[in-house]
C-alpha cells in the first residue's frame, strides 16, 4: 500500500478456485472464538458464604456510592439470599431517595409488611391506578373483602378513570352484593355523568331484571339532560338504549313514543343515527304507515344536508318538494286529521318558499330556467290563487328574457278558473311584452279549441308581423283558412308568403301550396306553380316531383264535380294523369340539368325516369332510359401546370355527350364494355375484331400526353 491507499489490482480476471459468500460465512462462524465465561462458584460452607455475601455487598456498595443507583438489583439480591431485613432496609433506603418513583417490591410471605408497604405507596402515589389494583388484588387474594372494598372506597374518593369503578363493581357483582353496585353505579354517575355511564347502569338493572329500576334510570337520565337540543344531541345513545330495552322487553309503543320523542326535538341534520334506528324498529314492528314516516324522515335529514352544501341545487329542491306532496297526499288517502293534513300542507309551503328564495345570480336565461319550475310546480300546487303566477311575473327579468311556459301556465290556471279576459289579456300582454312563437302558437290553439275563428285569423297576422320569413307561420295560416273553405283567402295566403324575401324554407311553403292545389284538384294550377318553381330553382328534386306529378291521378275538382251531380255514388273521384307529359317533364329536366353541367343531378332525374317507366311503361321504355344511362371510366388529368404528373379520376360519361363529341371513341368504349359483359360467354374476341374493323386505326394508336385514354376507359370497371 502507498501513501495510504489500496493496492492496485492487476490482475482482474476470475481466480481459478471460487470461494462463495456461504463458504465465508460458515468458515468465519467456525474460526470464531467463544466467549469467556465467568467459572461457576460452588460454597461448601458457611464461611465461604459469608465471604460471598460480603464481597457482594461490598460491590453493590462501592456502586451506590458512586452512581447513586442500583438499590431495587441490591435489594432484589438480598431478598434472593433470603435476608428480608436487609432486603427491606435497602428498600427502605430507595424510597428515601426517590419518593415519587414507582418501586419494585419483593416481600417474602410477609403480609403485614405487604400491607404497610401498599398503603404507604398509595398514599405516597394515588394517582398510580397499577398500585390500587395490586393492593386490592392482595386484599380479595387474602379473602378480605371488607378490606378490599375499604382499598376501592378510599380510591374512589380520588374520582379515577372508568376502569376502576367497573373493577368495584365487578368485585360486588362476584359477591353477589347487587344492591352495593347499584349504589356505585349512581356513585358513578354522579362523578361521570355521561351518556354511556347511564346506559351501562340500566342494562345492569336490566339484566337484574329490575325493570322498574331500569327505567327509572333512564328516566333521570333524560331528565338530566333535559330539553335543550345540544343536551338531547349528546343524549342520543340514552334515547337510543331507552327504546331497544322497550323492544326486547316487546313494549313497541313505549320504543316507537321515546323515539318520536327524541327525532322531535333533534335538529335533522344531526339525527342521522337515530334516525337508521328507528328506520330499522319501524321496519321490524311497524305498519306500513309508520315505516312510510320514518323514510320520509330520513330522507328529509339527506335533502337537507345537501341544501347546507349548496342552496341553489334546485334538482334537490324538486325532489324535497316532491317527498313533502307525497306525504301529503299520503294523508289525505288516510282520512287523516285535519290538523295533520295542515301541518304537513305547511311543510310544503315552507319548502317553496326556502326555493325561490333562492334566486340565481346574474341574468343569463340558463340560469332561470330550473329556478321558473319551481314556481310554476308551486303554482300548480297551490292552485286556488293567482298570487304565486303574479308574483314570479315580476320576478322574471322579460326585457333580457321570458319564459313562454310561465305565461302560458296562468293563462291555462285562468282558463280553469273560467275566466277567459283574464286569459286573453294575459297572453296579449305576453305577445305585446316578448313576442315568441309559442305564445302565438299556444293562443291560437286556444282560440281555435274556442271556436273563435275571427280572433284566430288575427292572431295569424300578428304572428307573420313578428316573423315574416318563417315559412311554418305562413303554411299554418293558409292550412286554417283552407280548413274552413276558404280557398281564395288561402291561395292569396300562400302567394304573399312565396314572395317573401328572404323566407326560411321556402321548399316548405312550395310543397304545402302545390299539395293544396293537387288536393283541390286544380291541375293547370299545379302545373303552373311546378313552372315557377322550375324557373326558379330548377333543382333535380323539382323535375322528378313535377313528372310524377304529371302521371299521378289527381282528385276532381270542385267545379267538375258540381256539373256530375247526378252520380250518386258518394265515392272520391279522380281524374287520370297523362304519361306522355310526364315523358315531356323529365326530357326536359333532363336537358335543363345537362346545359347546366350537372352529372350526379342527372343520374339522380334519370333513376327517377327509369322507376317510373318500371311502373308505367313498357320494355321498350325502360331500355331507352338505361340506354342514357352513364358509364363509369377511369381518366387522367393534370396535377400541376407542367403537366408533369398525372392522377387517375372517376368520370361519368353520358352517351349522349360521348356521342356528340367523339361518335367513333364512343363506338369503341360501347363494344369494349359489351365484350366485356359477354366474355364469360366466349365471343369476346369476335367482337374485338368487329372493334377493329370497325374503329379507324388512327383511333387505336397511343394517346397524347395529358389526353384521356380510350384504352383505360374501355378496361374500367363501371356499371351501365
Not at 354522579?190 to 354511556?196: D, F
Not at 375484331?689 to 378496361?715: F, I, N, Q, W, Y
Amino acid at each position: 500500500m502507498q501513501d495510504g491507499r489500496a493496492p492496485r489490482v492487476k490482475n482482474r480476471a476470475a481466480a481459478a478456485v471460487q470461494i462463495t459468500a456461504e463458504q465465508l460465512l460458515r468458515e468465519a462462524q467456525e474460526r470464531q472464538e467463544t466467549a469467556f465465561r465467568a467459572p461457576k462458584q460452588r460454597v461448601e460452607d458457611f464461611e465461604e458464604l459469608n465471604e460471598y455475601r460480603g464481597r457482594k455487598r461490598k460491590e453493590f456498595e462501592e456502586r451506590i456510592r458512586r452512581t447513586r443507583g442500583n438499590l431495587c438489583s441490591y435489594a432484589s439480591w438480598e431478598a434472593s439470599q433470603g435476608e428480608y431485613e436487609r432486603s427491606r432496609s435497602v428498600y427502605e433506603r430507595a424510597l428515601d431517595c426517590r419518593r415519587t418513583e414507582r418501586p419494585t417490591m419483593a416481600v417474602g410471605r410477609n403480609v403485614q409488611h405487604a400491607r404497610n408497604l401498599f398503603d404507604r405507596a398509595v398514599t405516597l402515589l394515588p394517582r398510580i391506578d397499577q398500585l390500587w389494583y395490586k393492593y386490592v388484588y392482595l386484599e380479595e387474594l387474602l379473602g378480605n373483602v371488607p378490606g378490599a372494598r375499604q382499598v376501592f372506597e378510599r380510591w374512589m374518593q380520588w374520582e379515577p378513570e372508568d376502569k376502576a369503578w367497573q373493577a368495584y363493581i365487578k368485585m360486588e357483582e362476584r359477591y353477589q352484593e347487587l344492591d352495593r353496585a347499584s349504589a356505585i353505579y349512581e356513585r358513578w354517575v354522579a362523578v361521570r355523568p355521561e351518556p354511556r355511564v347511564w346506559v351501562k347502569w340500566a342494562k345492569f338493572e336490566e339484566e337484574r331484571v329490575k325493570l322498574d329500576k331500569a327505567r327509572e334510570v333512564f328516566q333521570t337520565a333524560l331528565e338530566f339532560f333535559g330539553d335543550d337540543a345540544e343536551q338531547i344531541e349528546k343524549a342520543q345513545a340514552v334515547f337510543n338504549a331507552f327504546a331497544k330495552m322497550e323492544t326486547r322487553l316487546k313494549e313497541y309503543e313505549r320504543a316507537r313514543v321515546i323515539f318520536k320523542f327524541a327525532l322531535e326535538r333533534l335538529p335533522r341534520s344531526k339525527s342521522s343515527a337515530l334516525y337508521a334506528a328507528y328506520t330499522k324498529f319501524e321496519k321490524q314492528h311497524g305498519t306500513r304507515t309508520t315505516l312510510e314516516t320514518t323514510v320520509i324522515g330520513k330522507r328529509r335529514i339527506q335533502y337537507e344536508e345537501e341544501l347546507t352544501h349548496d342552496g341553489r341545487n334546485y334538482d334537490v329542491w324538486f325532489d324535497y318538494a316532491r317527498l313533502e306532496e307525497g306525504a301529503v297526499r299520503t294523508l289525505k288517502e288516510e282520512d287523516a286529521a285535519d290538523d295533520e293534513v295542515e301541518a304537513a300542507v305547511g311543510r310544503v309551503r315552507e319548502i317553496y318558499e326556502r326555493a325561490v328564495a333562492q334566486v340565481p345570480p346574474g341574468e343569463l336565461k340558463r340560469h332561470w330556467r330550473r329556478y321558473i319550475f319551481l314556481w310554476l310546480d308551486y303554482a300548480l300546487f297551490e292552485e286556488i290563487e293567482t298570487k304565486i303566477y303574479r308574483t314570479v311575473l315580476q320576478v322574471v327579468p322579460h326585457k333580457q328574457f321570458t319564459f313562454a311556459k310561465l305565461w302560458l301556465m296562468f293563462a291555462r290556471f285562468e282558463v280553469r278558473r273560467i275566466d277567459l279576459p283574464a286569459a286573453r289579456k294575459l297572453l296579449g300582454a305576453a305577445i305585446g311584452m316578448c313576442p315568441k312563437e309559442k305564445l302565438f302558437k299556444d293562443y291560437i290553439q286556444l282560440e281555435l279549441d274556442l271556436r273563435e275563428f275571427d280572433r284566430v285569423r288575427t292572431l295569424y297576422e300578428k304572428y307573420i308581423e313578428f316573423d315574416p320569413t318563417n315559412s311554418s307561420s305562413w303554411i299554418q295560416f293558409a292550412q286554417f283558412e283552407a280548413a274552413l273553405a276558404d280557398y281564395s283567402r288561402a291561395r292569396a295566403i300562400f302567394e304573399l308568403g312565396i314572395g317573401q324575401t328572404p323566407l326560411s324554407y321556402p321548399e316548405n311553403l312550395w310543397k304545402a301550396y302545390i299539395d293544396f292545389e293537387f288536393e283541390q284538384g286544380e291541375r293547370e294550377k299545379t302545373r303552373a306553380l311546378y313552372e315557377r318553381l322550375v324557373a326558379l330553382s330548377g333543382h333535380v328534386k323539382v323535375w322528378r316531383a313535377y313528372a310524377e306529378s304529371e302521371a299521378a291521378p289527381i282528385p276532381m275538382s270542385q267545379a267538375l264535380q258540381e256539373e256530375e251531380e247526378e252520380d250518386e255514388n258518394d265515392q272520391e273521384k279522380f281524374v287520370e294523369g297523362d304519361l306522355q307529359l310526364a315523358r315531356q317533364v323529365f326530357e326536359r329536366g333532363y336537358k335543363d340539368l345537362k346545359s347546366k353541367g350537372l352529372k350526379e343531378e342527372r343520374v339522380v332525374l334519370l333513376d327517377g325516369w327509369k322507376e317510373f317507366e318500371q311502373q308505367h311503361g313498357s320494355e321498350s321504355d325502360v331500355e331507352k332510359v338505361q340506354a342514357m344511362m352513364p358509364i363509369v371510366s377511369r381518366k387522367q388529368r393534370k396535377v400541376d401546370e407542367f403537366g408533369d404528373n398525372l392522377e387517375e379520376y372517376w368520370d361519368m360519361v353520358f352517351p349522349d355527350d360521348e356521342r356528340e363529341a367523339n361518335p367513333a371513341s364512343f363506338k369503341f368504349l360501347e363494344m369494349a364494355h359489351k365484350w366485356k359483359r359477354m366474355q364469360a360467354a366466349g365471343t369476346g374476341s369476335s367482337l374485338l375484331a368487329a372493334a377493329k374493323t370497325a374503329v379507324p386505326a388512327s383511333r387505336l394508336s397511343p394517346p397524347k400526353e395529358g389526353e384521356d385514354s380510350d384504352e383505360e376507359m374501355a378496361s374500367s370497371t363501371g356499371g351501365d
